[in-house]
């Protein structure tokens, strides 16, 4: 917990003056004990609005999942029969829009968007590299194999790169006479 000082020392710091300046005004003993100050007093505020926000995020992430709900019983009770009309099928798709978008404002706030075994989170001291170092290979080789090439090729192209892979040959399909046969 911070003390009047040390938030009065941070509203200072915020006006610009230096810390050699907060310590004398505020009687620190010197300027990295006015350092120290200013950084608990600006760490206070920070903390609240963090707990703040986190509150604010498990409200607004209970309102969505009651939403989805409702949703999802509304989605039951519109389920388009086959002899539905254009306007039927139009609102159970409008629900169903609805609800994926539900889900996504969901996942953003959740912070499933992010990808937490990037390569250029090699600063994050609670993952040991040896954890996300072959995840990431992993994750790249998926990448490189599911990309869709950039450069598409024509037919012929393609046949001529399948011609030593797979010999083409005549295909013999014999010939009945519909005729002939009476059963």
């Known amino acids: ?81 086959p002899e539905a009309t254009a306007a039927d099928r139009r609102r159970y798709f409008r629900i169903f829009d609805a609800l994926l978008r539900v889900f996504d404002t969901r996942c953003r706030l959740r912070g499933l968007y992010v990808h937490p075994w990037r390569y250029d989170r090699w600063w994050r001291r609670d993952v040991p590299a040896v954890v996300w170092v072959p995840l990431q290979r992993r994750a790249d080789q998926l990448g490189r194999e599911a990309r869709v090439p950039l450069r598409w090729r024509s037919p012929a192209g393609a ?24 059963g």
């Open 1 to 81: 917990m911070a003390s009047d000082r040390d938030c009065q020392a941070a509203n200072l710091h915020r006006q610009r003056w230096s810390y050699a300046r907060i310590a004398e005004y505020l009687g620190y003993p010197d300027r990295r004990a006015a350092h120290r100050g200013v950084l608990r007093g600006l760490a206070e505020p920070a903390a609240e609005a963090a707990m703040l926000r986190s509150m604010r995020l498990h409200e607004t992430d209970e309102r969505l999942r009651d939403l989805q709900r409702r949703l999802w019983e509304l989605m039951e009770r519109h389920r388009p029969h």
């Open 159 to 182: 046949l001529r790169e399948l011609a030593p892979v797979v010999p083409l040959r005549p295909v013999l399909v014999p010939l009945i006479d519909v005729g002939s046969q009476h």
